[in-house]
């Protein structure tokens, strides 16, 4: 791997402000099956260890002022975006998404510290007239502590970013446990945050290969006030369970099965133009793909021609490489899952339009399958791979009540102009976000986050800021 700065491949984990040796895992490039590096396997004590040191850290920089919270946090997103190149190098070998993708992923997340940051200054409280004549009442925010981060292989800057932002802002330490599969572009991350000024202990990286011990040590430890998790509602379900016994509170970012709505009414040229995006960004690996396509008769079989033509055009390929537009999935599960979808959805009489196809590795062709029927396993669980199912339908009513037959409820997008029904089906969708006549929703600006079994709590915009405060009620009397 070529980077301008060797030293941001860093293969030790960052606990308390120290660079931790030890055992190690291997962690493989899933484009090439290449070991990229050993990095430190940390134990249940390192853990510990690292909750301990956040716990008397978070007091002296929870003591600063906003501004001083919020020049280090700028100094942090400065060095990630002078850093983008060689970030989104690590990131890409070690994730497999495009090289362009993977820099583009490390500028969403960078933004979120930067924005972060800004807001530092703007935790603000409330007066609120008080109960009786010689009463006062006075609304505190204050951070909640010790934060425990358990996050997922899809995005592996972004998911730190998203949550390590406002827990800085708001005064909070945090022990980041990243994914096994891509520890590199987190200890990454911490190298810059040494060097931008986060204080030892406000900012941990405990890389290892025991994700239950680690999510069971952080559910069950008393210093630490907090989980916020992305991933499966299936682990999402677990860490919930283990935290009731010390009332964690929880941010959860889980699974989704996005539906995507095509009208008679869309401009269907934008409507294939979202479709793409929203299904084959990271090769479908997001918790926010388009799971299910439903078009609707009247545009159902020009919609599937459009769509197929910029299907057949994506160029899978190892993400390094010049115009590959998709990359590998992450590994054989994934494949076997995608495989599973696939012959699920034609034995039950889906038609294959293009692709269909393994290609060797962990790579799969982008594939489109119409006429999919509704008991067909595509349109209830999640795939994260790339396969575009169309499922043809004839009344709004009935595509509301398909697109809401789901017990996750985290993106929902639709392609329409009539303004009545975009405020109907806006409004109807049971999704904790809806891109309309977009398939890009997310932004630091704006709260994500999911309904109904896709989660807990919001992340980005002031909305994300209040997941990581208490509020603190004073009552003066005697006035
Ligand atoms: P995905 O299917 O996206 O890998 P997971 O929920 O399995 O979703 O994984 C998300 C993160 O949770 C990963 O970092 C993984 O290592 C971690 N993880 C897996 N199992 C557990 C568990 N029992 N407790 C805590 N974390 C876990």
Redesign the pocket.
Known sequence: MKLNDPTLLETRAYINGEWREGDTFAVTNPATGDVIANVTDCSIADVQEAIDGAYVAQKAWAAKTGKERAAVMRKWYELMMEAQDDLGTILCAEMGKPLAEAKGEIAYGASFIEWFGEEAKRVYGDTIPGHQPDKRIVVLKQPVGVVGA?????FPNAMIARKVAPALAAGCSFVA????LTPLSATAMAVLAERAGVPAGVFSVVTNSK??E???EMCANPKVAKIT????T???Q??MRQGADTIKKMSLELGGNAPFLVFDDADLDAAVDGAMIAKFRNNGQTCVCANRIYVQAGVYDAFAKKLSAAISALKPGNGMDEGVTTGPLINEAAVTKVEEHLSDAVSKGARVVTGGNRLGGTFFEPTLIADVPATAKVSHEETFGPIAPLIKFDTEEEVIALANDSEFGLAGYFYANDLARVWRVAEGLETGMVGINTGLISTEVAPFGGVKQSGLGREGSKYGMDDYLELKYLCMGGI
Not at 150 to 154: Q, V
Not at 229 to 232: A, E, H, I, L, Q
């Open positions: 358990i996050t997922p292989w899809n446990r990243p994914a096994e994700a239950a680690t999510g069971q998790f992305t991933g499966s299936r682990v999402g677990i860490l």
